[in-house]
């Protein structure tokens, strides 16, 4: 189960862990998201140091529920080589990302207000 945290009432916040255990983690996401959809998720990645296509084939699955819900998925404090991996793959046109955890909320609370 992810290390999870609630910021708002709308936001889970999830520190992932390095490879194996965040293969692990972000499928008990995925399982959340499936039973609660009404969550937008911020994935902290402070302590990931590399990502395998085992974790990255978890990560567009995780993204491809919470945009079929309409809600949305953002990863912070992504380290330079998480990064190169995402550019590698072109990913990191398809994802979101914030600098920090305070700069992805800041980025979710907007759209929550407005509803």
Do not use: W
């Not at 520190?15 to 972000?26: C, D, I, K, N």
């Not at 995402?86 to 207000?113: K, Q, Y």
């Amino acid at each position: 189960m992810p290390s999870l945290e609630v910021s708002l009432d709308s936001v889970a916040v999830v520190t992932l862990e390095p490879e194996p255990r965040l293969y692990a983690q972000l499928n008990g996401l995925i399982d959340t998201v499936r039973e609660n959809s009404n969550q937008d998720v911020v994935l902290d990645f402070s302590a990931v140091g590399m990502l395998t296509t085992s974790g990255i084939s978890r990560l567009m699955r995780l993204r491809s529920l919470l945009d079929g819900s309409g809600r949305r998925l953002i990863l912070c404090q992504v380290r330079t080589a998480v990064k190169g991996i995402f550019a590698v793959t072109g990913l990191d046109r398809v994802l979101e990302f914030a600098e920090r955890r305070d700069d992805a909320l800041s980025a979710i609370r907007p759209m929550h207000n407005a509803h």
